[in-house]
């Protein structure tokens, strides 16, 4: 039986296309279910584009109902993905797939996470830092915001005159590049447990 991912997104879903693009083909595994808090959000139309159906919530359903939970039940998620999605995630639902929610963050944690890090705030505070170099991490989700334990992390280094634009590109190439392969590689892993 092929793996199931489920996606949480909240916005372009660049990512999500990535990932969508890269199992699209796979033997092994498939994205089962695109999510998202945002009913204008980019990535339902990506959705739409490769078939996978979606789902739209609100804050009430997330935070006050099971319904979430139980839809992923019911898919039979192997995998949740949170590519853009900027919601802290409830216990119940980290409770109901215990080191099975893994996350992506644009920067090289613990340096630029945390509550109100995300998007172009990343690249800004490490372009007023004056760091040598960025990256991206792709981490277990827990109850606090980016502090999950790393399960990757790949890094650039930033040259004289590289702007906002520029890091945000080098950090997207990245997360493009990595992110389909560690999923992959963790359902592997997941599949020999
Ligand atoms: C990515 O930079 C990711 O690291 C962050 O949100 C952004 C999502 O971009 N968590 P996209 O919606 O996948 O294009």
New binding site residues.
């Given amino acids: 039986m092929k793996k199931r991912i489920a996606i949480f997104?909240?916005?372009?879903?660049?990512?999500?296309?990535?990932i969508m693009e890269h199992f699209k083909r796979s033997n092994d595994a498939e994205v089962a279910l695109i999510l998202t808090n945002n009913p204008d959000?980019?990535?339902l139309q990506r959705a739409d584009n490769f078939e996978v159906p979606s789902h739209i919530f609100d804050r009430k359903e997330f935070y006050e109902t099971d319904k979430i939970v139980q839809l992923l039940k019911n898919l039979n998620i192997d995998l949740v993905v949170?590519?853009?999605?900027?919601w802290l995630v409830p216990q119940p639902l980290l409770k109901a797939f215990p080191n099975k929610i893994i996350?992506?963050?644009?920067s090289l944690l613990p340096k630029y996470g945390g509550k109100g890090m995300?998007?172009e705030k990343?690249h800004q505070a490490v372009l007023a830092d004056g760091e040598q170099e960025s990256g991206?991490t792709i981490h277990f989700v827990n109850e606090a915001f980016d502090e999950g334990e790393i399960i990757h992390q790949s890094k650039f280094k930033i040259e004289k005159g590289d702007d906002l634009e520029m890091i945000?590109f080098k950090?997207?190439q990245l997360?493009h590049q990595h992110f389909p392969k560690v999923i992959e590689a963790l359902l592997k892993k997941m599949k020999s447990l």
């Fill in positions: 997104a909240s916005g372009s879903g660049s990512n999500a296309q990535k959000a980019y990535v949170l590519a853009g999605f900027l996350n992506i963050h644009p995300y998007g990343v991206i945000k950090v997207q997360e």
